[in-house]
């Protein structure tokens, strides 16, 4: 899977690229139930709750943006997230059991596709420690033309910005003062044939730049936290990830956290059942 060297890689840079990790057969199922979310694109003329399409958009020259959350609408999606060699890389970084937190397909299409700006991903979504990375599987092969990921090795260790704008409202990218502070001749460029995989921690200062090249670039991306790491609620996308959000691979849920270097073990997942009284709990009812 990965050598102990990788792992100390990520470690101290923050990021890990993998050439042509994930098998052509893997790829293939992927490819095509990617193919399908772009036909059943063609039918739509804007934006829904699982498509996120450009202005331009249209039935005979579909441009996604993203598809949301594909684990819970394809069963490809779901195994490679859960079981296959996504789920077990992400558990080979953590060491251990992992929490999933979400998945989405970002498509960055041909002649323009947007850019991504730079951002650190632990603002959209804090958890109770820094464990959540992101794992991204390229469906296609990917060159510098193609606005590749683009991650600052060392930067999960620095700084975390705000990323608000100035009039106050949330703006999901580092303002240009802060970005001008960057050396973005540090920049890797993670790039690679079909298959390839990135991982980036949730601090890392990343993004992307438009895609000028007459190719698409899919980049399937899912994300995860150590088992012992939970999404704080009432903050940005936590609370609002999807159905499979929370679910845990390669273990079962045993409710130990750390917050403020206190370890502790917490109360059941109530969320679905709702809570039992401290009454009903503490006489059994
Ligand atoms: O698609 C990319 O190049 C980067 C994706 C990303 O950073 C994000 O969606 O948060």
Known sequence: MVTDEQLEFYDTNGYLQLDSFIDATWMAELRAASDDFVEQSRSLDASNRRFDL????????????????????????????????????????????????????????????????????????????????????????????????????????????????????????????????????????LQGPAGSVTVHNCCMVHGSLPNNSDRARPLLLQTYSAIDSFPVLGIGANGADGASAGRIIGGEPDQHLTVDGRAMRGAPDWRKAGPPTIFGSQQAD
């Open 54 to 189: 450009e202005a331009n958009h249209t039935a005979e020259a579909p441009r996604l943006r993203r598809l949301v959350s594909p684990v819970d609408i394809h069963p490809t999606f779901r195994r490679l997230a859960f079981e296959g060699p996504v789920a077990q890389l992400a558990m080979r970084i953590l060491g251990g059991p992992v929490r999933f937190h979400h998945s989405k397909l970002n498509y960055k299409w041909s002649g323009g596709g947007e850019e991504v700006k730079w951002h650190q991903d632990i603002q959209f979504w804090p958890h109770t420690d820094f464990t959540p990375l992101t794992i991204g599987v390229y469906l296609d092969d990917v060159d510098d033309e193609m606005g590749p990921m683009g991650v600052l090795p060392g930067s999960h260790r620095g700084q975390l910005y705000d990323l608000y704008n100035a009039d106050g409202s949330w703006g999901g990218a580092i303002n240009d003062a802060d970005v001008a502070t960057i050396a973005m001749s540090d920049m890797a460029w």
